[in-house]
Structures are given as C-alpha cells and as structure tokens.
C-alpha cells in the first residue's frame, strides 16, 4: 500500500519576492512527505496559494489501501464542517442581493423550531446559525444525526434543549442548526441548496471536480474512499457514511485539491467577480469570541485569541489572523487556511481519520510568520548600517 503515485508542482514564488518564502514551501513540502510517510496515512493532497497562484501542490498515496488507485489533482474527497464555508458564502451573497436579511429570525422559515426556554427560538437570527453563536449546547443532536434519524425527527427535539446564553452571547458549534439556512435560501429562491452552490459558487469558479451530496460523491469515478485506524489492522477502508450529508450547509461538499487551491484563491480576493470583497469582509467579521480553541493541544501554543465569523474561524496567530476551517468525518479529514498580510493560503485533504492534519497545520504557519519575522528583521538591520 505505500506511495503508489506522487506529483508536485513547484512554480514558487514570482519574481521579485524572496528565498524565505520558497524555504516555507519546502520545509512544509518535506515535513508533509514525513508525516504521510511515519503514520502510514493512505492518501492525502495540499495546495500552497501565494498572491493568487498556486504556488506548489501536492498528492500522495492511494484512493483506497485494498487497490491501485493513486490520488491525482482531481481526486473527489469529503469536505465534512469546511462544507461551511460555502454555506455561509452563498447566504452572505444571497443576502447582499436581498433576498433575505442575515438579522431575519429563523423561526419565520422554521417554525416547528422550538426550545425548553419559551421566546429563546424567536430570538436566533440568521447570523447567530451561521457563527453557532444560537446559544444551545455544542453539537446538539449531532449523535441522533450518526444513528441515521431525519431531521424531520431530529428538530421537533429541539424542545427539550434549555438555552445556555441569549442568541449573540456565546458560541456553540452546530452541525444541525447550522444547516437551518438551507431552507432559508430554498424558501427565498425557490431553487434547491444544491443547485445554487453549483450556479452561484462552484461553476463560476470552475470548480469542476466538486458538488454538494452523497449521490454525486458516490457517482464519482476517482473519489478517495474513507479509512479509519485500527491497532490490529491499521489502516483500514471503510464505507462512506451518509449521516452528515443530510445537513449539506455543515458538511456536504466534496472536492479536489485541485478545485480546493480555486476556492482559496478566491476567499484571498482574486475571483471578486463571483466573491465580492464586501461578502468576503462579511463572513470574516467577527462574531462571538471562541475561547475554548485557545486550548486546542496543537494550537494553544501559538495563538493569544480566537473568534467565529460566518463559516470561518478566525485565529490571532502571532501579531496577524489566519483565517481557516477544519473538517472531520469518519475516514476525511480536511484543512484550508490563509493570512491576508502575508498573502499566502494552504488546503489539506486527507482519506483518513489522522492528526497530521492538524500538526502540519500549526507547523505551516508557525514556519510562515518565523521567516516573515527574520526577513523583517534582516532588513531592518540592512537600513541601519
């Protein structure tokens, strides 16, 4: 089962910027190749962006441990929770064109949405799904959700959840309520969830190896199939589990590296024909505050605060933000990240349940500000002489 197919790509960095920023590049390309290597991952697949191009991009390993089957640029994962980030970009854009208000309340296209607490319901917001910032316990419902009940089970429920702040006053990550604006946008369109993230965002992106659903994952020829770590097995395929795609806003996209380096390349400003710089500052404000991310093992060390946008995370890393989202399902992992200072975005994917992704995440960054901090430095002491 080891590397049955490994491409890179290193176009680096344009004319005119320096060596520091091909070392982050390397450096991150050997530590990935070693971390895929030491934990035997099966397959797995980065895109590094700077100012609009991608710059190095990556794949390795296999679909599936049991065939030869070599992840390429346009092999189909599962995005699991980065699925958000295209949820919350669709409402924000649907929302600039009027078709609903981010302040709207839910309750007026969900009205069987109910809670413990009598008028809690009437005051959660459009914007407070979104930033899981609706005031109810993390994850709520999310274990009904893996042993297959429908939503149409699942929100009724919702009655028996007390509130734990006011809509707006704290964060609660969601899978279930978030994927509540989808009836929002098909109430207020009248066309299907997956159809506007084809139409509005995925065409025009040329995005063309990506789509929302089981159904078109599994009628993908090349998609990476999922695998999970046993002691007495080690890596081992699994069936795709469909749980997670009946809440497609919170985790039903699947994509390419290849499409993924597009999508990074638009959130950085480069496609703002179809992403518009004010839908961009929208979902990257901040929302509610996340404290319990400043404790996250790989990254406590290195972040001073956290916070929630609209779809993304936003980290204060170093003396500058990173904005990114992660995602989990069982047998996906994925990552995408970027810095506005400095220009510079990486997407991870990976057909396994495995921590390197997180670890290669901090190191990236980490690598990415320490030589930002030395050419800084270098050039300082350069107009001092």
Known sequence: ??????????????????????????????????????????????????????????????????????????????????????????????????????????????????????????????????????????????????????????????????????????????????????????????????????????????????????ESFLSTANRAEPHVFTRRNGWTRVLVEPNYYRVSPAAGVNASIEDMAKWLIAQMGYRSSVISPELLETVTSKEVRTTRELNRRAWRRHISDAHYGLGWRIYSFSEDEVILHSGAVRGYRAFISYSKKLGLGLVMLMNAQTRSIDRLSVSFWDEAFDARDAMKEAEENKQAR
């Not at 397959?43 to 609009?52: F, H, Q, R």
């Not at 991608?54 to 794949?59: G, N, P, Q």
């Not at 316990?137 to 734990?164: C, H, S, V």
Request: some cysteine; hydrophobic content about 45%; glycine content about 8%.
């Open 1 to 214: 089962m080891r590397i049955l197919f490994s491409v890179l790509i290193f176009s680096l960095f344009s004319a005119g910027s320096t060596g520091a920023n091909d070392a982050v590049v390397q450096a991150f390309d050997k530590e990935f190749t070693e971390e895929f290597s030491k934990n035997k991952v099966p397959g797995a697949a980065y895109a590094i962006v700077k100012d609009g191009r991608v710059v190095a991009l990556k794949t390795m390993g296999t679909r599936a441990v049991d065939a030869d089957l070599p992840v390429n640029s346009a092999t189909v994962f599962r995005l699991a929770s980065v699925s958000k980030t295209f949820a919350a970009e669709l409402a924000a854009m649907l929302a600039l064109e009027g078709k609903f208000s981010l302040d709207a309340r839910i309750v007026g296209y969900v009205p069987n949405l109910k809670f413990k607490d009598a008028g809690h319901a009437s005051g959660i917001k459009i914007r407070h799904l979104l930033s899981h910032s609706a005031g109810v316990t993390p994850n709520a419902y999310d274990n009904m959700l893996e042993d297959d009940w429908g939503l149409e089970k699942i929100i009724p429920r919702f009655d028996q959840i007390a509130a734990m702040c006011k809509p707006g006053d704290c964060y609660g990550y969601q899978n279930i309520l978030f994927s509540l604006v989808q009836p929002v946008m098909e109430q207020t369109t009248g066309e299907t969830y997956r159809g506007l993230v084809s139409k509005r965002l995925l065409e025009p992106l040329d995005m063309d190896h990506s789509s929302v659903g089981l």
